[in-house]
């Protein structure tokens, strides 16, 4: 069991100016993805950002991967831009001959 209130946060958090390096992927540049967080409560609090790849649907894995998260903790009011880097290989997949990367439309969340 979980004590009482385990998970939850007693502040709200607002993600802002999500950037992307480049809108195409080539397969050897890395992507660099970054993105403001901000407490917006009266009280200080942690969130952990996540970054999420959506992979093209002709992959037939799940529709999207964890490739990136940072925790961050933050006093009210106070702001932290948090980078992540998707390298080609989290672009990559397990199939039947060994890891693939299929060609499509992957978005970041």
Do not use: C
């Not at 940072?70 to 948090?82: H, M, N």
């Not at 290989?89 to 990367?101: K, L, Q």
């Amino acid at each position: 069991m979980f004590p009482f209130g385990f998970g939850l946060s007693y502040t709200r958090f607002r993600y802002s100016d999500l950037k992307v390096s480049r809108s195409d992927v080539d397969g050897v540049t890395p992507v660099r993805v970054s993105a403001r967080v901000t407490n917006d409560g009266h009280v200080s609090g942690a969130d952990v950002a996540q970054l999420y790849l959506g992979l093209p649907a002709a992959t037939g894995e799940p529709p999207r991967k964890l490739v990136g998260f940072e925790r961050v903790t933050l006093a009210p009011g106070q702001s932290k831009v948090v980078h992540f880097t998707i390298t080609p290989r989290e672009e990559w997949w397990w199939g039947h001959d060994g890891w693939t990367e299929t060609a499509g439309t992957y978005r970041v969340y």
